[in-house]
C-alpha cells in the first residue's frame, strides 16, 4: 500500500535539544527515537540508547530500536480478536500469532510532521481500513517533547479511529546507561509491579497475573538486570526477561514511577512514568540478530527495552480489553510516557 510503505526518499532525521542539555534524534522511519544523549555530572554527554549505524540502516533491521510500534503493541494471540460480535483476522508475523501489529507495523512506515520546535517534534501517520487486518482507518500522531532546564522526555501518543479496534501505540527504546552497548546485566531495575503476566510457549499470556514475591521477576526492591535473568521455567520460554508486569495502581496512573534504571557505574539514574497499565520488561534476549552503530551485531542483553503499553492480548481477554485498548471513534487514544535522568 503506497501510503504505508517505508521506501523513497532518504530518511528524515530531526534533533532536538541543545548543548549543555539533554539532546535527541527521532527519525521518520517509525517515528523512531534514535539517539538520547544525557549530560553526565562532568559536563561530557552519554549515549543511552542503542541505535543502528544510520537512519536507513532501521527499514532492513530487525529489532525495532527506538521505534512506535503499532497498530497493536506486542501479541495477539491466533492473529485473530473478535470486537462487537464480529471476528477479525489479521496478518500473523510471529508463527501463528502477530506481533506489533504485523509484517508492516508503524515501525516500517514513513511518519509524517505535523510541528516542530527546539523542544519538540510532532508527526502523524495514517493507518487505512484493512491495514494488516485491522477494520477502520486510523490517524496516530505522536510527540516527543524535551523540558525546559531539566533532563527529560515526553513521548505522547494519540489516536483517532473511524471504527471500534485495539490501539496500542509503544515505544521500543533499547536503554543502555553505561553508554557503551556492553551489556545491562551489572544495571539495577526497579519496576513497580507486584504481578506480572506469565506466558505459555508462543509468548502468550496465560491470562492470570501471578505474584512476583519469591520469583525471579520481583523487581521491586531494585536488583541487578542479570541476577534473575535465565531463571525458572517462564524464563526458559525466553531466554530471559520478555513479560508484561501489571503496574501498581500509583505506577499505572504516571502518580509515581512505574520503572527505574540505574547505571552499571552508577553515574546514571533513569525514572519512567506513564499512564498505561502494563511496562513490558525485555532484556534484549536476541540481540545478536541486531547491528549497532559500528555495524557490528550487539551482544545479547546490550540494551533492556522497557514499553509501556496494554497488556499483550488483551483484545481477547475481555478483563483486560477494559483497561482501555478498544478505541472508537470519538474517544481517542491518549497515553504517555515519561523518562527523566539524574546524573549521579
Known sequence: MAAATAAGAAPRVWRLGAAPGLQIEVCDIGARWMSCRVPLADGTLRETLLGHADAAAHLHEPGYLGAVVGRYANRIANATFTLD?????????????????????????RWTLVSQGPLHLRLQLRSPAGDQGYPGALQAEVEYRLHAGEPALTVAFHAEVEAACPVNLASHAYFNLDGDAGSVLQHRLRVAAAHFLPVAPGLIPTGERAPVAGTPFDLRAGPLVGAGLGQGEQQALTRGYDHCYALDE??????????????????LRMALHTNYPGLQVYSGNFLHAVRGRDGRPFADHAGVALEPQFFPNAPNVPAWAGQGCIVRPGVPLARWMRVRFEAL
Open 85 to 109: 460480535g464480529r471476528q477479525h483476522r489479521l496478518l500473523a508475523n510471529e508463527g501463528a500469532h502477530q506481533l506489533h501489529g504485523g509484517p508492516e507495523g508503524y515501525d516500517r512506515r
Open 250 to 267: 500509583a505506577a499505572a496512573s504516571g502518580q509515581a514511577p512505574a520503572a527505574e534504571l540505574l547505571a552499571g557505574d552508577g553515574r
